[in-house]
């Protein structure tokens, strides 16, 4: 299929950018009505997307750029070509988390409290954002002759940005159910098990795919997933030990006295 979707005289536009786009506006409907649920100002989250959002570009193809220096310090125009394809999902979490950090340090509001609303609809925005790279051709596999292998490149492939994205469809569904049903969480819980669940995903995947970005031997995508989990698990125990004082399903949580 083409990557593009159409175009208007000089200008072309790309289904990778019209993806990305769709992924960013939903995520920030469903955000904004978690955002209530959370005690938080639902409009604050349009002062939130203007820094998360573009940070988290910049720093997606920052990320990438970096590990694909060999061809861009030869093609330095393409650097902010972006609508080739190249932006890294963990460079995006790793801009957009500082974004989000610097916005509620500012609003003196909670991280962990924004964090539990964006991770919901930001797995979802994932899940729609893989299919850009189905119109791209791009994050596919090794051959293969199972039943579901993709023709790309020549090949029968495994179609590992399919892979991802039911993965990330599965985590949706994962989370708004543990948002609903899990009356007992603590404040930064929802966020924890998002960190998990992707990186656990990713790492398994990213065995699979042809073009990870690698540091030495290692795909760095891997590497990055493993400190996620570890990260999570971390976060979880902070949750405990340092609570945010907050009102969840009516219980107050009061952080610890040391």
Not at 1 to 6: K, V, Y
Not at 87 to 93: C, D, F, K, P, R
Not at 178 to 204: E, T
Not at 216 to 234: T, Y
Request: charged share 15%; aromatic share 14%; proline share 4%.
């Amino acid at each position: 299929m083409s990557a593009i979707a159409f175009s208007l005289g000089p200008i072309t536009v790309r289904w990778y950018g019209i993806l990305i786009v769709s992924g960013i506006i939903i995520a920030i409907l469903i955000c904004r009505k978690l955002a209530a649920a959370q005690n938080l100002p639902p409009d604050d989250i349009l002062d939130l997307a203007l820094v998360v959002v573009p940070l988290g570009i910049v720093c997606a193809r920052a990320y990438y750029v970096l590990f694909n220096w060999g061809f861009y310090s030869a093609h330095p125009s393409e650097i902010v070509a972006v609508w080739h394809g190249g932006l890294a999902v963990h460079g995006s979490i790793l801009g957009g988390a500082l974004g989000l950090w610097l916005v509620s340090r500012h609003k003196r509001q909670s991280f962990r409290r924004w964090a539990d609303c964006i991770c919901p609809g930001l797995i979802l925005a994932q899940a729609i954002g893989r299919w850009g790279n189905f119109f791209n051709q791009e994050a596919y596999g090794y051959e293969t002759d199972l039943p579901w292998a993709m023709f790309i490149d020549g090949a029968y492939r495994h179609p590992t940005f399919l892979y991802e994205s039911l993965w990330d469809v599965l985590g949706f569904g994962l989370l708004m159910l543990l948002w609903r049903c899990w009356q007992h969480r603590k404040v930064g819980d929802i966020a924890a098990f998002y960190m998990i669940f992707y990186s656990l995903g990713r790492c398994v995947i990213e065995g699979f795919r042809t073009d990870s970005l690698m540091l030495g031997p290692l795909r760095m995508a891997q590497v990055i997933s493993l400190v996620g989990v570890v990260l999570g698990l971390l976060l979880f125990w902070l949750n405990r030990q340092y609570p945010v004082q907050d009102l969840i399903f009516g219980k107050k949580h009061r952080r610890s006295k040391r």
